[in-house]
């Protein structure tokens, strides 16, 4: 978000440049015809000036700033994906440890059937930490 955060405040600074350049050519403009300014220098300064407007007006279209945002964001989500899967993952192999595990325990529990005293003892083991 930072990023965006970046990119939104770079987009404000500039529109604030292209505003002051825009009022400032109005200014000089106006002013123009009541100056005893050389002719050739306001043309330079005016030509400057036009040529920065054109330049920050290019650079407000927004695609430059929706492209970096576009590009944050995809990131982020795909970071996320990542993270998940990794989760999905860990609770798969999981799951599998269980089943075996508890294949295991009905596997002991059967072969204890022919031996009742040991059997009780070792199912009342294994119930007890089966529900943990």
Not at 3 to 27: G, H
Request: proline content about 1%; glycine content about 2%; aromatic content about 4%.
């Amino acid at each position: 978000m930072e990023e965006m955060m970046k990119e939104i405040k770079t987009l404000e600074l500039q529109m604030t440049e292209l505003k002051e350049a825009k009022e400032k050519l109005v200014k000089i403009e106006v002013r123009y015809d009541e100056s005893n300014i050389d002719v050739a220098e306001k043309i330079r300064v005016i030509k400057t000036l036009e040529k920065r407007i054109k330049e920050l007006e290019k650079d407000l279209t927004l695609s430059k700033t929706l492209a970096k945002i576009k590009k944050i964001l995809w990131a982020k989500i795909g970071q996320s994906i990542i993270d998940q899967w990794s989760s999905i993952q860990t609770i798969c192999k999981l799951i599998e440890l269980i089943n075996i595990a508890q294949f295991e325990t009905q596997r002991a529990r059967e072969s204890l059937g022919n031996m009742p005293e040991k059997a009780n003892k070792m199912i009342q083991f294994l119930n007890t930490h089966t529900k943990e």
